[in-house]
């Protein structure tokens, strides 16, 4: 059952007392809150969501609220992971984004049995793309308008490999915007649907987009890549793909994962047979149907 098959006041019952049991990727995730504002962006948001009542569920989440020492008026938000705090609190209106980054962190810090990497990661053809890429590269904003646009989205954020079968797990989640790349989404993509303007967070002013619905229903299909491509958002820049060699590709994609070291010679080995079973570029745009075409091209191509 999907999270818009129940009503608000069964979801926000849910939140109140056990926990909100939602399916995100292969983890479960119980999500507990209070806080009236953040349940009705999250029954927005997640209504695509699958429920798991019945299932164990690997994170448990929280959002509580708390008076602040020297200011007793003034109310902040803390998320707990299993009770205890990661975190320092944050005001009330980032509680949205404070929840989405527990959950990042979760996922980053606990989960070794698969290799995780810093990368979007969407699927054409049956075929995964990697877009592994530092913060500020324009990585969400190209899977955004990517999944939107007849790709199917595995993540924004993670590409979760499992390092024996050598495939992707999907794990779609909100996507996170940031400053200028907001309204631009929202001009290129009206048709989605994205919450409010969180501002003044540590990473600027944040809007969430909700994942395509298809993308959700479709997230225990897993995938093969296929691409490895290393994006970059250059103002006023022509598309434009470069292969690289694999020894370039290689350093790239282990800085860009969070437990490489953790799975020692397993992680070695992942990343050594991905790269060699992949086609890997470089990938630097500005504008959106430039960058398309050029990704089907290359697509078509194969």
């Known amino acids: ?9 069964e979801f926000h019952r ?20 209070a806080y009236a504002p953040l349940a009705e962006q999250l029954y927005k948001l997640y209504c695509h969501y699958r429920l798991v009542q019945d299932e164990i569920a690997e994170f448990h989440v929280r959002i509580v609220t708390e008076r602040l020492y020297k200011n007793p008026f003034r109310q902040n938000v803390r998320f707990l992971l299993d009770g205890q705090s990661p975190f320092n609190s944050f005001p009330p209106e980032q509680a949205l984004a404070v929840l989405e980054w527990g959950i990042n962190l979760a996922i980053a810090v606990r989960v070794n049995h698969l290799l995780i990497l810093h990368s979007a990661v969407v699927e054409k053809n049956g075929h995964a793309i990697l877009f592994p890429a530092w913060p500020g590269s ?17 993540s924004d954020e993670f590409g979760l490999m499992d390092p024996r079968r050598r495939l992707f797990l999907p794990i779609p989640r909100l996507m996170p915007l940031k400053n200028e790349s907001i ?18 967070t540590q990473k600027g002013t944040v809007a969430h987009v909700r994942p395509p619905e298809q993308s959700l229903l479709q997230s ?42 953790v799975l ?13 079973s992949c086609d890997c570029y470089k990938l630097v745009y500005s504008d959106f149907d430039n960058v398309m075409d050029v990704l089907h091209k290359l697509i078509n191509e194969a």
């Open 264 to 276: 020692g010679a397993t992680g070695f080995m992942a990343v050594a047979d991905l790269i060699r």
């Open 1 to 9: 059952m999907m999270i818009k098959q129940i009503p608000y006041k």
């Open 183 to 200: 309204a631009v989404i929202r001009s290129y993509l009206p048709e989605i649907v994205m919450g409010q303007s969180i501002p003044n």
């Open 138 to 154: 324009g990585k969400t904003t190209l899977c955004t308008v990517l999944c939107y646009r007849g790709f199917r989205l595995l």
């Open 220 to 261: 225990e299909h897993t995938a093969k890549a296929k691409w490895i491509i290393f994006p970059k958002w250059i103002a006023g820049s022509p598309a434009k793909i470069e292969a690289i060699s694999d020894s370039e590709a290689f350093m790239l994609l282990a800085s860009n994962a969070f437990n490489y070291e």
């Open 14 to 33: 849910l939140l109140l007392n056990q926990g909100l049991r939602v399916a995100i990727g292969p983890f479960n995730v119980c999500v507990q809150t």
